[in-house]
């Protein structure tokens, strides 16, 4: 009896490592499905253009690494379809004001349709709802005639308002999804303190969501770094780094992948050192 017991519990290890094994093997299968194409542009983008185009074979590391790619993208002043410096500048700058802007009207916003009782609030629900599913390629051609009249055609200011207009109504839900989790004890303590409104609204709400809120701004920033259509329609001349990726597509893969390599590189900064936040605002309301 005893030898069946300890049999039993030798193959209850074996099964336990086995199926240990198999989720481990699992969880790298699916991670290298996810990080090919970012090696592959990674690959690309280090490679002479004689390695790129070669019909024969697919080259995997026989070749001589170059950062001409690189160097071109960054630094040719002489083919605008080449450089790719202004556009990062441009994107970088459309991103951190959009996101700026979203967030400042958002936390008030979202506080306000949470904490007060408003008499259009099914409105104005029902406004931001119709507003987060409209694509924006619906909403284009009537924006392009009014940029142009407001002369915010072919400015970075104005690619600011359109990806702020877009990221308002998801980030104001998304607060405001937070902010409903928080206790209405804890503001009514605070108003028998003494507490006013703002100060209740600054000192109490704000420390306890500001998790959430940067899980906000990570995706509105994202969002704005990635937009396409409004680049598109609304520029001419300031070019974001989507729409140099599209233009570099007719020159060469070389240099439309050092593009992408380049445009991954603040996203994924920005993830690295902020992904024990992202962790804690995503489950921000799920432990009562």
């Keep these: 009896m005893s030898y069946l017991l300890k049999f039993k519990c030798i193959l209850n290890r074996k099964i336990g490592l086995l199926r240990n094994l ?3 093997l699992s969880a790298v299968f699916v991670v290298s499905i996810f990080l090919f194409p970012i090696f592959w542009l990674l690959l690309i983008s280090i490679k ?11 080259i995997w590391f026989d ?3 170059t950062f001409f790619n690189y160097e071109q993208t960054i630094f040719n002043k002489k083919t605008e379809y080449l450089s790719s410096r202004y556009a990062l500048f441009a994107s970088l700058i459309v991103a951190l004001g959009s996101t700026f802007i979203t967030i400042s009207f958002a936390i008030p916003a ?17 406004f931001l709802f119709f507003q987060r599913f409209v694509p924006s390629i619906v909403i284009i051609v009537p924006l392009v005639f009014f940029y142009h009249q407001l002369n915010l055609y072919d400015s970075l200011f104005g690619l600011i308002l359109a990806h702020a207009a877009m990221s308002l109504p998801f980030v104001i839900f998304f607060i405001k999804s937070f902010i409903d989790e928080i206790s209405l004890e804890i503001r009514e303590a605070a108003i028998i303190d003494g507490a006013t409104a703002l100060g209740t609204f600054f000192y109490i709400y704000i420390p306890i969501i500001r998790n959430s809120i940067l899980v906000a701004a990570m995706l509105c920033f994202i969002f704005s770094w990635t937009e396409f259509v409004f680049g598109l329609f609304l520029t ?5 780094l989507p729409i140099q990726m599209a233009l570099s597509m007719n020159q ?14 603040p996203v994924f900064i920005l993830v690295l050192f902020s992904q024990r936040y992202l962790i804690r605002g995503f489950t921000m309301g799920l432990n009562k």
């Design 252 to 265: 060469s893969w070389g240099f439309t992948s050092a593009i992408s390599v380049i445009s991954l590189i």
């Design 22 to 24: 198999l989720r481990d």
């Design 48 to 58: 002479p253009v004689d390695a790129i185009f070669e019909y024969k074979d697919i």
């Design 236 to 240: 001419s001349s300031n070019r974001t």
């Design 63 to 65: 070749f001589s690494p």
């Design 110 to 126: 979202a506080f306000a349709l949470s904490r007060y009782s408003l008499r259009s609030i099914r409105a104005i629900f029902i």
